[in-house]
């Protein structure tokens, strides 16, 4: 939808300031309260849910511009939701959809960013979109026994299942290896799933979320074709913004693909649950879990809807509309499986569910604004300290990789949130799994 | 009006250019009205500039620009009322979401020293952590807890843990003049713990039992008294967004919503809480707000509305009860049921038990619901806001504004919540506060309606005697109401024009120097 | 200046005075002020003559100083600080409009009421005050009210203006103006007939004056009536005392009591304060000074309509507990004396002679705000400063009134001293000035500076001066209200 057809939930902003906190019931004290890294940043109304509704009206009417100062604001968003969930606790719009439709109204207007037009650039031939890759795109199976989707077909596929990498996973080595131990793990249980080792693209989502719904909605096109093609059936990735884009975008874009969508966390729970994995080697470790967006509160499937208010001053319509609000994210898999690894403890921060800090790396702020990128993982990183926990460990690779270096910058990788380690989930089951089934 | 190139510069010197903005972006996010009472008027006129300074030394070096350039300024501190708004062009803002300490919290003297953008959330939490609370803003725990910022400053807990007005202690506050001042013993001694004197209080001249809505400099600082708080430090909740709910409820609380089938039951009702001391928290809620508290979406509010509804009787109240002990609490319990027997008050099953009941009471001490309950309907809210003053005048005055809301009801321009005028107790019952909410969508139509019938409330307080409400904004309502209320307009300005001898806080919600 | 015939068209033949016993009697209090006699005296027969009389001041650049309470006075408020004074006394205005038991609350008592009058009034409709430890019989309520006074039960003393609710006040200007919502709409009696009692304090609008005439000493307006906050008369009560040499664990009782609400009269004092209090002749309170314990904690449980017995039950067995937990322990009676007869007096106007007076015959009183734990050190510094100045410890009276909830605490250093002893005076007087810095920097704030010190303590707060003569230059532009007292 353009953003004038959110004219009437950004209109119902009333300018409380819920967006700007965790839900007021799970204030525990003065620290930690925000929820929105990017009104923590840079202090303006404007880089709030409430304010980017109000000036996202100024711009239906006209009153704003689209200009560098704008699409300053609107890009310097991590677009983590965290905002659309706390406004819902108690209110009734859409918070977040704005904020997409606000940014592909910048790219129309030829405001989008020039790091990332390089990127899209390549999108049509579904070049990774990633930065400066470390490792060429098949290393990180070069290795592995892992069945090639397409040498295969569906039919030599007998669980029909594809393990989608993901982009972090082709280009850097420490996704890479994270990918790598999924796929073993999955071989592990027994389960034949397959890479798509010529021809796996982006999925697209980051595009989307950069303004360029275009080119996301051919890319996701072309890889629904190529998913039928392949006879697919389930999908799995260790990614949680490829995830999200597969379970959420693509239908909410119009592209149906019937495909079942797994997140490797939920896909590796449920093997635990049925005795096919058995973690038995103690990790000795404190944890910390960190949510990530696309995992958690953004993960509820898209909800179609179509309809009219149906009294005159009460919002409420018809047919009636269920908000999004995170409440169903996928919270609960990857704490049971910290927790089915002997040795671990897990303690929550602060901030978890539905109402966790971004890590950073969402919104492509990681590569338009590392130093943004870089203070929204230094706060998550001193509030996992908080816990005392030994390392932070999470089930994405933009979020291990941007709290591994936050926002790429070498110097604050070197300061003292870095005494925190961080693995992705899969390496830790990996390490519990290593030496027996 | 734009900022010269010289004013800007001036303005960015004090804060640094990262704290100032004057782009359209930025302002425009400001703009866009607030829900409160929202007219038909989309955009509010835009600030010059934004600017956000980080302490009391930046807010007075930016009110002494002011003056020197003539720009008018006003503060806020979440920016949620539409007071925030300024009335037209050559206005900054002076947003203090930078300004976010909690100073002290003394658990001895019991009080609390903050900043203007700590939160009631966060402030509450933190005393509980103590074993002490505050009186949350009704309007709810996303506000200010400075008790200088809330327009009245009434709330949930008011019965037990006062009012705005009777709350502040000590505080800071830069005049419009560019002078700090530090009332009471922070003026003399550097501590907190009383704001009045030496000799007379300036604390009169700071506010009233409604604060002048940024018309008289910036409260940079305030002390706010504290009370017991007899539950845990902390409650842990079950359930994602927006189903919380405590997985326990701390021992010796109780919520109940108590109706009766006319006022003077309510009356009773209502006089006997407070007389017996029994309440932590008295809410004049009706139907349609039980509902909205409860309800996480507005399709089961008009469920809920409709099944509440047809359990209460009439007017109503909901209340919480805690014990310090459970000695106490049995004794407030058994009286509460007294109470209810010989006022022939009807409970809300709905709300007396289980996971219901327990996230309610929640909700309630956080007072995080209040947007539920204000907001959600429509994205606007308005109505009468009346004074505080006995039961009976409060309770006399609301009868003749139901009757006009329920006109608005039939003509379909309002939202129709089926409900009563809301009462509620402070100080256990020694004061009375009443307000008739309205929710709508602001059209032309509905604006003129809302404005109308608040004009008319406004006429019914002066002809029938009523009192002074508190939402009256701007010169002509006080000049409405000045000459039948000891001209009271007269010594508001004489203020104004003392402390603020160039007229640069920004007035329009409170009251200008031009007589 | 004004006439005596001026005067006189205003308040009537009969009440303008200029006697010179009668004017003697105004130009000094018990205070160690400079005397000096008021030109006239002035008693005001009903409300509306002070407007015309305020006028007649401010064309005439007369000198007004209000007076409520009948002597003796002790802060030198009530005298002249400039020549060619009138008093303007407001001891005859004694109405008592309404009192509402359901509203609890006495509107618009005249400023010539006193405690003892309106107790009783009150009392009639099942209510009674919140009042200053055992005031003198001719202090008047609304007198009490402008000064702040501490009152003896900080469980209802939400705020530091209670027990006031709405005033009339005629500022300096000749202008009359009501405050909190007897402001109106309307007439008094059109309120009432709408149900207003006048009862709020705060207001009108954005500015809350009865904080200003508070604490005023009569610089700021000449207040006719104010209403009273009344509560209800307990069906049921149980006071105790408890006593203790460690006057920290009393400090913390209080503290857990009053911030549980566990008592109504709630208050500490030393022995001294004690024996002067309670004993009829120099005998007993020289024993009583000498032999009972050095603190005691007041307090007093009271119970309402419903089920009185439980709630002192319970109450009470909190109380213990909690002083338990302290290692102290409630008692009905102390040094002979029971809680109930102690009760009964402190919350009733003082016979003639006032108790402070009654031993020595004079009393010097220097009285702050403070916390908790600035306390100690601040009785060290007094009790430091007596012995230095050679005056005895042993009449030296100590009493800690937590006020506003328990947000601070009212000290009252009572130096009870023989009058008629000029060395002793003297010693007094000198004291009483010379122990305000060292206070001061211990951690005192005189929230109420009268006399002598005031100058000294106002001028510790520059900006708030300032601030303060902004305001009382709208009122009183012309300075004729008791010129010469606080900053002005
Ligand atoms: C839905 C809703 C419900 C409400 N319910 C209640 C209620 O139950 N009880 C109640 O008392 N009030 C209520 N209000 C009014 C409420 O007090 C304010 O809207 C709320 O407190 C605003 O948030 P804030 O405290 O952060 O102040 P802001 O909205 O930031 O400011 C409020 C006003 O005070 C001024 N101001 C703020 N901070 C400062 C400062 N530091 N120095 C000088 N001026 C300042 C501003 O200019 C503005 O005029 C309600 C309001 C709304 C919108």
Redo the contacts with the bound molecule.
Sequence with gaps: MALADYRSDMESCCRCSACKFIPLEKVTGYARANVCPSISRFEFHSYSGGGRMGFGLGLIHGRVEYTPKTAEVIYNCHLCGACDVSCKYAMEFDVLEPLYAMREECAKHGQSVPVWDGLVAGLAKGAPLVLEPETAEDDWFADLPVADAAERGAAACPSAVLYHAGCLARCTRAAGRTAAAAVTLLARAGLKVAVDKQAESCCGGRAYEMGYRAQALARARENVARFAELGIMELVTGCAHCYQYFKVLYPKLGVEHGLKVFHITEYLWTLVEQGRLSPTRPVKLRVTYHDPCHLGRLSEPWIPWQGVQRMRHMRVYDPPRVLRRGTYGVYEPPRRLLESIPGVRLVEMARSKEYAWCCGAGGGVRETNPEFAAFTAAERLAEAQDTGAEAVVTACPHCVRNLMEPGGLVSAGASAESRIRVYDLVELLGESMSGGA | MTLTKEQYRALAAVVGGEHLSDDPVDLDAWAWR???AAMAQDFKPRFEAIVMPACTEEVQALVRLCNKFGLKF????????S??DPGGPGCIMLD?RRMDRILEINEENMYAVVE?YVIHAQLQAELMKRGLCCNV???GGN??A?P????????HMSASCGI?ERNLLACEWVTPAGEVVRLGSLGSLGEWFCGDGPGPSLRGVMRGNV?P??GL????KAAVKVYHWPGPPSVELKGCSPHYAPVKLPPHFLLRYLSWPAEEGREAGIRRLGESEICFGVMGFNANMMAANVATNNEEELRLTEEYSKQIVGPGVCLVIAGNSARDFEYKRRVLELIVQETGATSLKAVEEGEVHDAFVWRFIRVTA??RE??RATGV?GGEVFGTDSYLVQSNFIQHSRKDKAELVARGLVYPDNTDPFITSLEQGQLTHSEVLLRWTPDPEVAQAAAEYVAKANRNAVEGHYGLPHHLWGDPQHDFFGPHTCNYTHWLRKIKKAYDPNGVAEST?HITAAE | MVTAEQLRQVVGEENVSDDPAVLAAYASDQSFVSRLSPHYVVRIPSCDAVPELVRLARETRTSLVPVSSGAPHFHGDTVPSAGDAIIVDLSGLKTIDLVDPKERVASAVGAGVTFGELMTAVAEHGLRLNLPLRPRATKSVVGSLLSREPVIMPHYHWDICDPAGSMEVVFGTGDLFRTGAAAGPGTLAEQRAAGGRQKEAAGPSAMSLHRLLQGGQGTMGIVTWASVRCELIPTLEQPCFVASDDLAKLLQAAHWLVRLRLGNELFLMDRVYFAALVAEEGETFLQLAKEAPSWLLFFNLGAYRYLPELRIEGQSADARELLQGLGLEAKPSLAGVSAWEFLEQVRSPSPEPYWKLRLCGGCQDVFFLTTYKKLQGLIDVMRAAVEAAGFSLSRLGIYLQPIVQGTSCHVEFSLFYDRADARESATVRELAIRVIGPLLAGGAFFSRPFGEAARLIMNRDAATVEALKKFKAIVDPDGILNPGKLCF
């Design positions: 607030s829900g409160q006003k503060a806020s501190s979440t920016g949620w009322g007071y925030c203090l203007p803003n009704g309007a506000t200010s400075l200088l910022a809330a327009h009245e400053g009434i709330g705005g604060v809505l940024g400099g910036v409260y940079t209040s947007i204000t907001m809210f919600h």
